[in-house]
Each structure stands twice: as C-alpha cells, then as structure tokens.
C-alpha cells in the first residue's frame, strides 16, 4: 500500500474517465489507450464521491479533511480515516496520483 | 465488472457520454452489446471496440454506432449506403433500415468483435461490403427463421 502523506496533494489521473452515472459516481480507466467497461470499473458511493471530488490538485490532503469534518460535522479522526483509506486505494489502482 | 464484482448496467445515455469522453482523450472504447439486430456478425453479448469517427473514412459496409435521432437510443449497425451527408444504416438481421443518418449522429466506428474471449475476424473485412449488399435484400432474417425450421418441424410432427 502507498504511504499517504497529509501534507500532499492528490488529483484524479489524466488516465481515467470519471462519470456521474444514475447518482453513482463511475470511474473507467483508461489501459493502452481503450476505455474498456469489459475491465474494472470503480463506483463510489456518497461518501467516496465527496472525497473524491475534493482531490482538485490544489489543496493539501489535511484541507480535505478539515473541510469534510466541517461539511458533514463528523469528527477528524472519522474524516482521516475515510479519507486516508480511499486515497490509499485509489492510489494503488493510479486512479489518482499525487501532485506535490 | 465493478470491484465488487457486480455487473455495471449502463443506459445509451451513458454508453454515449463514456464513449464521446474516451474519444476526447484519444482513446478506443471497449463495451458488451445487447441483441440480436446484427446476427450473425455481432451476437448478443459480444464485446465490440469503438474508434472515433474522425479518424477514419466510413464507406458503406462498416458498423456505426449511433444515436437515434428520433429515440436517441445507442444503436450499433451497418451502413448499407451513403451520400455526401448521409449514411443509410440497417441491422443486418432488421428487415427495415434505421432510416437516414446524419453525419453528425454517428458517434463511433467498430473496429472490433470478440466472443467468448476471441477476436471476431468475420464481418468487419473486405467481405463487409457483400454483407452490406445481403442485408439491403434481407437475407439474414431470413436464414435466421430457416434456421428455426428444423426445431419447429420437429414439435409439429414429432
């Protein structure tokens, strides 16, 4: 698993095609150059979808998470972990990569 | 296939929306078709890989995807004819046309067929402009009830 650094900062890949599709948010990557839904397809559900459209390339993870502790007023320990957990995996499948 | 191994059923809309999006980043796009309007060429469930129009010329006998014009649905047939404006597109096992198609409508050539794991070589060839010319005179429909033949004989006299 990629060590997930608060202090970075992450944004989708330029190699994955993300869609709202009936209130799911689906993400095709894209392999040699074919948008393949044979292939793996990854869906996130509501709370994946707010983390994930907060990777933007600009702000650092922390701001993330401080942010979704405000929106939904949960606690930062519950938002780091929801948070560090989805970046971890889609990191391990290049669904994001780290900007800085 | 989603990661949790659930199938992910997508609208035309949607078909539409990935395909036009995937073409935007220069890339092919890969999806399982339903039905049987292209028998014997494109079964149900076959896999077909789709380029972007833009890249190459369509001449009569390749197989376009499309949206409907009128019902807006994804349809991937044959062309059977065209003009400088225009394709007539037709299933090849369809006894009517799909009607006239604007050029702008047709959203992707298929490059490739595969089933069951293989590649398809059969229908997108040279031999498409022979099938073209077979389907404007409905033959496929037609071999698909004779097919059929054998089985009904059998209820109705065995």
Aim: net charge positive; with cysteine; charged share 25%.
């Amino acid at each position: 698993m990629p060590k997930i650094k608060l202090e970075s900062i992450y944004a989708s890949s330029e190699d994955v095609v993300v869609r709202d599709i009936h209130g799911e948010t689906v993400i095709v990557p894209i392999t040699s150059s074919v948008v393949d839904t044979e292939g793996a397809i990854f869906t996130l559900n509501e709370t994946g979808k707010a983390i994930f459209n907060k990777l933007d390339g600009k702000r650092k993870l922390m701001a993330v998470i401080n942010q979704l502790t405000e929106e939904y007023e949960v606690s930062f320990e519950k938002a780091r972990d929801n948070t560090v957990g989805l970046v971890e995996q889609l990191l391990e499948k290049k669904i994001i990569v780290e900007k800085g | 296939m989603t990661q949790d191994g659930n199938e992910l059923l997508l609208s035309s809309e949607a078909c539409v929306d990935l395909m036009k999006t995937a073409f935007e980043k220069h890339a092919f796009f890969r999806m399982r078709v339903k039905g049987f309007s292209m028998w014997p060429f494109i079964k149900n469930r076959d896999i077909v890989t789709i380029c972007a129009p833009a890249h190459i010329n369509i001449y009569t006998g390749m197989v376009a995807a499309f949206s409907h014009p009128k019902t807006k649905k994804l349809i991937i047939h044959r062309v059977i004819g065209r003009n400088s404006l225009h394709f007539y597109i037709k299933g090849d096992n369809v006894t009517g046309p799909d009607g006239v198609i604007p050029m702008q409508d047709i959203i992707g050539i298929i490059t490739g067929v595969e089933r069951h794991g293989k590649k398809c070589l059969c229908g997108l060839g040279i031999e498409r402009h022979v099938i073209a010319l077979l389907s404007r005179i409905n033959l496929f429909p037609s071999l698909l009830r004779l097919r059929k033949l054998p089985m009904f004989l059998k209820r109705r006299f065995i």
